[in-house]
């Protein structure tokens, strides 16, 4: 069974800074796609970053320039850097890894951005 364990998220000032880390477990090799999603309240989940195997990535126009995916592939590891974090950012962050049809996602990390 695969599991996906996030880290990393908090209470922080805007302005500020967070790395978010999210490491797979159990039988799962060559993982296409890791992504990063996050659903404020009241509002529906939404793509924040992705990054494939080969390192191509893609950022939500709100995050670009601010926030930063990577990937380990040899630990398996998602991470995402996150710099001048905004009020808006305040959500749960999920993520998502992908090989073809199968995918899992983490339970989420609440991140809150203080004004």
């Known amino acids: 069974q695969v599991q996906l364990v996030e880290s990393g998220g908090g209470l922080v000032q805007a302005g500020g800074s967070l790395r978010l880390s999210c490491a797979a477990s159990?039988?799962?090799?060559?993982?296409?796609?890791m992504a990063w999603h996050r659903q404020a309240p009241g509002k529906q989940r939404e793509l924040v970053a992705s990054?494939?195997?080969?390192?191509?990535?893609n950022y939500a126009d709100s995050v670009k320039g601010r926030f930063t995916i990577s990937r380990d592939n040899i630990r398996r590891t998602v991470y995402l850097r996150m710099n001048s974090l905004k009020p808006e950012d305040t959500a749960v962050y999920y993520c998502?890894?992908?090989?073809?049809?199968?995918?899992?996602w983490g339970q989420g990390t609440l991140v809150t951005v203080s004004s």
């Open positions: 998502k890894m992908s090989r073809g049809l199968f995918e899992v």
């Open positions: 159990g039988n799962i090799v060559g993982i296409d796609v």
């Open positions: 990054i494939t195997r080969a390192g191509s990535t």
